[in-house]
């Protein structure tokens, strides 16, 4: 059985940083694309970041370049997001996923990615 599995959310202060962690089981998911995705109260579900399957690719959305940072160790099959400075704005449910196509560059189209997880609660107060 195919899981993603994030973690590392919680309640943080304006200002503050956390890291999530996306751990992939049942498949190596270490050859194919993997991006970062949220999705606030009565919102529709937002892309945040992406990276190529090896990692030296990586894209943001303007809302959280220069703040937020996505790697992965494809070793332990794991993708990260670093978030810094974080702002109220940013609280949302934060979804891995993986998709696109093996040895692929970034994904941006959230249509293209095939598993998800079931995502980690990030709140931030101001």
């Known amino acids: 059985q195919v899981q993603l599995v994030e973690s590392g959310g919680g309640l943080v202060q304006a200002g503050g940083s956390l890291r999530l962690s996306c751990a992939a089981s049942?498949?190596?998911?270490?050859?194919?694309?993997m991006g970062w995705f949220r999705q606030a109260p009565g919102k529709v579900r937002e892309f945040v970041a992406a990276t190529s399957w090896s990692g030296r690719s990586t894209y943001y959305a303007s809302s959280v370049k220069g703040r937020f940072t996505i790697s992965r160790d494809n070793a332990k099959n794991t993708v990260y997001l670093q978030m810094n400075s974080l702002k109220p704005e940013d609280t949302a449910v934060y979804l891995c996923?993986?998709?696109?196509?093996?040895?692929?560059?970034?994904?941006?189209?959230?249509?293209?990615?095939?598993?998800w997880g079931q995502g980690t609660q990030v709140t931030v107060s101001s």
């Open positions: 049942g498949r190596t998911f270490s050859n194919y694309p």
């Open positions: 996923a993986a998709g696109g196509t093996l040895y692929g560059g970034y994904v941006l189209n959230l249509s293209e990615y095939v598993y």
